[in-house]
């Protein structure tokens, strides 16, 4: 398995706090990625990096941020937390753009009240 | 853009029958497209992937992928099922340029029934 880990697994915020999720990678690759997971819409790119503070933005970027200081780490922020955010997030990685395979972690479900 | 539609959100099927998860995708660019598994309560999981090449790709666990450029197509099935094959499958595909930005279909759910 990919060396993907992600914190915390699981929490509970109230409407209008600030949220980080943390993605850590021991694999040294280039991309990272952010989505999310909703019934019914299957998996959907939030943000995703390309290298060290690289990023872009992906198909529902509104409302979250990114960062990526190092190269395992790639950080999701949601600045100020909505109902409509509860979600489950998952982190990935890739090696290059040219492998064409991308490693998931475990998942981070999400709940905002 | 892209944008992939799977066209059954559940499928029940007993155990040792055939299995076709059906998967159809739109872009007006050529795509890469791949089928990710996700097995209860976990990440996801590459299946198996289209490049390039033979059209009738193969995963290790006895799945199997055609790409149909005419229709757009890339189904996956399995002749004969096992309890284990319980999971939620999903297709998705990527654009040949660039950065590998996955568009995921909306997932089937694969239940078999002993």
């Known amino acids: 398995d990919a060396g993907i880990t992600q914190s915390p697994r699981h929490k509970v915020t109230e409407t209008g706090t600030p949220v980080t999720l943390r993605c850590h990678q021991t694999?040294?690759?280039?991309?990272m990625y952010w989505y999310r997971q909703d019934p019914g819409h299957g998996l959907r790119l939030i943000h995703y990096?390309?290298?060290?503070?690289?990023?872009d933005k992906g198909e529902v970027s509104d409302g979250y941020s990114v960062s990526r200081s190092k190269t395992e780490d790639f950080l999701l922020t949601l600045e100020s937390a909505t109902s409509s955010q509860t979600s489950v997030y998952f982190c990935?990685?890739?090696?290059?753009?040219?492998?064409?395979?991308?490693?998931f972690g475990p998942g981070t479900r999400l709940t905002v009240t | 853009a892209q944008s992939v539609t799977q066209l059954d959100s559940q499928v029940p099927v007993f155990e040792e029958a055939p299995v076709e998860l059906r998967c159809n995708y739109s872009?007006?660019?050529?795509?890469?497209l791949f089928w990710y598994v996700q097995y209860p309560n976990q990440g996801l999981q590459l299946l198996l992937k289209?490049?390039?090449?033979?059209?009738l790709v193969e995963s290790i666990n006895g799945f199997e992928a055609e790409f149909n450029k005419s229709q757009t197509s890339f189904h996956l099935r399995k002749p004969s099922v096992h309890i284990s094959d319980t999971a939620e499958y999903f297709c998705?595909?990527?654009?040949?340029?660039?950065?590998?930005?996955?568009?995921f279909g909306q997932g089937t759910r694969l239940t078999i029934n002993p």
């Open positions: 990935a990685i890739s090696e290059s753009a040219s492998t064409y395979e991308q490693y």
């Open positions: 990096s390309y290298g060290v503070k690289d990023t």
């Open positions: 872009s007006s660019v050529s795509v890469y």
């Open positions: 289209y490049l390039s090449g033979s059209t």
């Open positions: 998705a595909v990527s654009a040949l340029q660039g950065a590998q930005k996955l568009v």
């Open positions: 694999e040294n690759h280039r991309y």
